[in-house]
Every structure is written in structure tokens, then in C-alpha cells.
């Protein structure tokens, strides 16, 4: 079986080389070198298909024989360890819920850690343990005592705590919010978030030294997410931009949408919508729409689009329309919401409707700005 295990792991680096989600021979090396199996645990979770809400079944790795569980660990694909704080080994049958913890594609860890330029002798803060397989990669490749890693759930960080103690790391394992950084380890080189952000806190952005780099998916309540590589500079701030791709993570805990019971649809001012709004299903749309409205929440889909704002309680609903090809919007509330969103789509529109990776941020001590093509185009401030 470890023979078997070898063979699939090398498959996998071969693969992930072949498609160029690995091509420094450091990381490389990582992936040839980490046992993924070790950090699976005892169980995964398989999704349904599609379409539907998303049904979560547990795998229990004694149910099925070993080179199926060896086959399930060397796919390039996420696997879910966490519903709702459930482990997949502790869920009593299938679930329906949000991922809350999982070992991400492995081809994916490995770019974001070559995309940070994490190199040898670099101290790296990871964001977001998860089972603990990045972080793995992470000490194999720089040496587990320049690497310091954060889980904020505690099962899930005592879990890949034993993992990667029985895989021979014993790197600087913290448990609690990322969000805030560890101090006592700073400054560091790189920090690497495999969790989503909404904006960056200053706090963690003063544990970078100067030159050194923040890779972190920025997110929201519209479920955009962009990468973006920001280098930190002399005086308090960074700048970067989003790289290509479609790098999507679940969002940080404390940056998630606050909790709420049923809503009301109230009735408001109705009028023509400017713009599609099966935009905001489209990657790039809805990753401008939520720079527009950062603070809603987006329910529904296609021309059927809801945005309810956390802070304000304003609302925005469109529709097709009854007597036309086009849509209708419906808006109550202090902040009329798609007047923001129909704004900023024209202005992606005009650009010629790019990917995220036109786009850049900029973060000065008071402000953080995201912004379309250059620095001085078109932009829009984060929620800080
Ligand atoms: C996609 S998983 C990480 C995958 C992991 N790097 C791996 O290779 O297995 C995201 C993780 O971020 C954690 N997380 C969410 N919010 C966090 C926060 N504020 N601080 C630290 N970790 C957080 C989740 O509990 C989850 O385990």
C-alpha cells in the first residue's frame, strides 16, 4: 500500500506539473513528499450532483477498501471534511449545509504557494490550517520552524494538529481567528490565506515586512472572490493585483454575513433595469457588483436577483418584465442598491467586461480601494 501510495502521489505531481499548477521543482518535491491520506482523516464528504441543493454524504475511510480511499486522496479535487462544524467522521448520515472546513485541491495550494513566492528561508503565515495538508507542503519545502499556521475552528485545528505531527512536522500551530494574525511570530515573508476575506485587516497587514507579500481571495456576500497578490510597502499600506483564474474559498468566519431569521420582501419603487441581472451569475459581474454593494447580501438568480443590505436594511428586487424583453427592479430603503450594482456593471461594460484580473487593490492606512485597470481608473472602497 505505501508503494501504491508513492506511485499515486508522484501521478499526482506529474499531473499538476503537466498543467502547470506546479513548476518550481520546491513544490514540486512538496507534493512528491506529503501523504495526503494522513490528512483526510477518517472520513470526507462526496456532494451530490447537480442540480439542487447540495446533499453531504459521508465516506468513512473503513467503509470503502484502501486503494479506493488512496484514489479518493491523490484526486486533485477538494474534499469537504466539514459541514456546519460536523466532521465527516462525526455526521450520522448525509447533511445538507455550508462547507466549513476541507482539504483544498491540491493543485491549487501548490500555485498559491508558488504564486506567493514563498522561497526557501521565507517565514510563511498560513491562514486557515484546514485538515493541514498546505501547510505540510509548506514545511517541506521552507522547514517547519519558518512556518506558523492558523485554524480557527478547533476541531479542525486539533485534527491536522496530529496529522502533521504523524507526518513529521511540528510547525507553529495556532488556534484561533487569522484574521488577527500572530504577532509573535511577525514579521513575516508571506502570508497565505486559504480563507476568504473581505477586506484586509490592518493588524495582519503590519505582521508583513515591507516587500513582503499578501495572497488572500477577496470575497462577500454576493459570492464574488477574486485572488489578489498584494506587496507590502514602507508606509502602513499594499497594492496588487488579482491574478487570473477562479480561485474561490470559503470566507473567513468573522467575515461572514450575520445570521438572520426569514426576511420580508416589502414593496418599493419600481422602475426599468438598466442592465441583465443574470449578470451577477456571471464570475466577473458579480465580483463588480459586490464592489458596489458590499454590504448586501444576494439571494436568488438569473433576471430573479434579491440584495438585501445588512447594514441598512434596503432592498432591491428584479424581475422580467411582464410587458417587454427587459427587467424590472423593485427598491425600498436608504441605499438604493441597484442603482450602485447598474453603475458599476456599465463601467465593467464599458471596459469590455474584464476578468478580475484587470483589476487591482490598493490599500493606504485609510482606505482601501479596489480599483479597474490602473490606480487612477475607475474604484471602489472595501467595507474596513
Ligand atoms: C479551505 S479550508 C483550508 C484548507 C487547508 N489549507 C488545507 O490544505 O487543507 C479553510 C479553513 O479556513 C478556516 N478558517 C475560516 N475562518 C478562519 C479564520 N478567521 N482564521 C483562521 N482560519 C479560518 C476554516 O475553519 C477552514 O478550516
Not at 348 to 372: C, K, M, N, Y
Request: glycine share 10%.
Amino acid at each position: 500500500m505505501t508503494d501504491l501510495a508513492a506511485t499515486l502521489r508522484h501521478g499526482l505531481a506529474d499531473a499538476l506539473a503537466a498543467e502547470d499548477w506546479v513548476t518550481d521543482p520546491l513544490w514540486r518535491g512538496a507534493v512528491e513528499a506529503t501523504p495526503r491520506e494522513n490528512f483526510l482523516g477518517q472520513a470526507l464528504y462526496k456532494p451530490s450532483e447537480p442540480p439542487g441543493p447540495t446533499t453531504w454524504t459521508p465516506v468513512r475511510r473503513d467503509s470503502i477498501a484502501p486503494e479506493d480511499w488512496l484514489a479518493l486522496a491523490y484526486e486533485d479535487t477538494t474534499w469537504v471534511t466539514q459541514i456546519d462544524g460536523i466532521l465527516a467522521e462525526d455526521a450520522p448520515g448525509p447533511l445538507t449545509g455550508a462547507p466549513t472546513s476541507s482539504s483544498t485541491l491540491p493543485g491549487l495550494v501548490a500555485q498559491m504557494i508558488e504564486r506567493s513566492g514563498a522561497a526557501p528561508a521565507d517565514r510563511v503565515l498560513e491562514i486557515g490550517t484546514g485538515t493541514g495538508y498546505s501547510t505540510a507542503l509548506l514545511c517541506h519545502g521552507l522547514g517547519e520552524h519558518n512556518v506558523t499556521s492558523i485554524e480557527v475552528d478547533p476541531h479542525a485545528a486539533d485534527r491536522a494538529r496530529k496529522a502533521l505531527a504523524d507526518t513529521g512536522h511540528t510547525p507553529t500551530l495556532i488556534t484561533g481567528d487569522g484574521l488577527r494574525g500572530h504577532p509573535g511570530g511577525a514579521p513575516y515573508d508571506r502570508v497565505i490565506a486559504t480563507c476568504a476575506m473581505r477586506h484586509i485587516p490592518y493588524g495582519l497587514l503590519r505582521q508583513i515586512r515591507p516587500g513582503g507579500t499578501l495572497l488572500v481571495t477577496l470575497a462577500g456576500w454576493s459570492f464574488g472572490h477574486g485572488l489578489v497578490r498584494l506587496t507590502v510597502d514602507d508606509n502602513g499600506g499594499a497594492s496588487g493585483r488579482f491574478l487570473p483564474g477562479y480561485t474561490s474559498f470559503m470566507i473567513a468566519r468573522a467575515h461572514d454575513r450575520p445570521p438572520h431569521g426569514p426576511f420580508e420582501l416589502l414593496p418599493g419603487e419600481r422602475r426599468p433595469s438598466r442592465i441583465d441581472p443574470a449578470i451577477l451569475d456571471d464570475w466577473a459581474g458579480r465580483f463588480v457588483a459586490q464592489l458596489a454593494v458590499p454590504s448586501a447580501e444576494r439571494l436568488g438568480l438569473g433576471t430573479e436577483q434579491i440584495l438585501l443590505d445588512v447594514a441598512t436594511g434596503s432592498q432591491a428586487r428584479t424581475r422580467r418584465a411582464q410587458d417587454s424583453d427587459g427587467w424590472t427592479v423593485e427598491q425600498r430603503g436608504p441605499v438604493r442598491l441597484w442603482d450602485a450594482v447598474e453603475d458599476a456593471v456599465e463601467t465593467w461594460q464599458r471596459a469590455g467586461s474584464p476578468h478580475p484580473s484587470e483589476f487591482g487593490l490598493t490599500i493606504t492606512p485609510d482606505a482601501q480601494r479596489v480599483w479597474l485597470g490602473t490606480p487612477d481608473g475607475p474604484s471602489w472602497a472595501l467595507p474596513i
